[in-house]
């Protein structure tokens, strides 16, 4: 009966061995890991804008530079990573006015003007322009004749 025991104790703790190790190898090759380093936040007429930088990746975390990434709600409006043991791109310098952002990535300087559509009406007339734009562009760049 001590026998018995034993062997199953044995193979009881061979078999949760077996899963840990197997789990943590499972994450470290496709897991999805994140760490948030720093945040700030910036008014405008449209909502806080919000600056982060963090590190993201998937598989072994080994050596990931840093990104910045600027967002207006749940848009995106800039995301970088830096370069290996390099300082840029990162988003610096962040200037909010009424209804435009300012910032510099270190290789770069950028300015986002943000106008709001009017009403559906507008904007689906809008869609309609646009539209007749893309097909004058397309058959414009089919002749080489494009305006300067």
């Known amino acids: 009966m001590k026998r018995t025991l034993i062997i199953v104790a044995g193979a ?5 061995t077996g899963f840990f190790s197997g789990r943590a190898f499972q994450s470290a090759k496709n897991g999805y890991h994140y760490k948030l380093l ?3 936040e910036f008014p405008s007429e449209f909502g806080p804008i919000q600056w982060t930088c ?3 990746s998937v598989g072994m975390p080994f050596l990931d530079p840093e990104k910045t990434m600027i967002s207006l709600g749940n848009r995106t409006l800039y995301k970088a990573q830096r370069d290996f043991q390099e300082s840029n791109p ?3 310098n962040i200037v ?3 209804n435009a952002i300012g910032w510099e990535d270190g290789d770069f300087k950028y300015h986002l003007k943000i106008e709001p559509l ?3 009406k507008q904007a689906a007339g809008a869609s309609s322009k646009s539209q007749v734009i893309d097909s004058e562009i397309n058959s414009a760049s089919a002749t080489n ?3 300067h």
């Open 38 to 40: 720093e945040r700030k």
């Open 90 to 92: 990162r988003a610096q």
């Open 118 to 120: 009017a009403a559906s």
């Open 12 to 16: 009881l703790l061979l078999l949760l």
């Open 145 to 147: 004749d494009l305006p």
């Open 96 to 98: 909010t006015s009424s």
């Open 54 to 56: 963090f590190t993201e």
